[in-house]
């Protein structure tokens, strides 16, 4: 069974640039999931797709941050313009529908310099 | 507002010996927690979980306790080997939640040969 895929691995960006990052998740989960990991810290969830609706982004930063799952598939998420403080590793996850935890892959480490 | 809590950033243990990592929550409607491993380089992956109708789960040599009167809980892995050291997360959801995790700071644990 193939796991979570993300792209890119790594990206290096200027401040105010923009960049995005790609997600496809393992097949057959309705469940998606990105989150933030920031060096030191846990994973922060900043948005949650049940299909291609949205369940939660509550901790989204919506005046820079977006994320879309067109067709209840693939998602991508978007950082315009990014901060310094975007640097971090981000995470994408599945799950089947009403399944607890997660399954991870292997992140996109962000740094804005 | 941190609701799950991993106060030791790190751990050592020499191999062979028991290593117990904890983690504490606050929120009350959390019910169903996970312990999650993470290797550097890549994403976190499950290692084992307990819901709240139990007070004790095992899995070969990890086991988890939670004591849901003192909202803690604790991985017991033993007897330890070099190939457990990693970054270890505690998670916890609700069904109130959608299921989303909530995660810890993580402990880096080492296994000293």
Redesign the interface.
Known sequence: EAGVAQSPRYKIIEKRQSVAFWCNPISGHATLYWYQQILGQGPKLLIQFQNNGVVDDSQLPKDRFSAERLKGVDSTLKIQPAKLEDSAVYLCASSLAGSVGAFFGQGTRLTVV | DQQ?K?NS?SLSVQEGRISILNCDYTNSMFD?F?W?KKYP??????LI?ISSIKDKNEDGRFTVFLNKSAKHLSLHIVPSQPGDSAVY?C?A?SVQ??????????TRLTINP
Do not use: I, R
């Open positions: 799950v991993q950033p169903y996970l999650y380089a890549e994403g976190p992956t499950f979980s997360f998670a959801s939640g959608a299921q989303k995790l909530v995660f810890g700071q993580g």
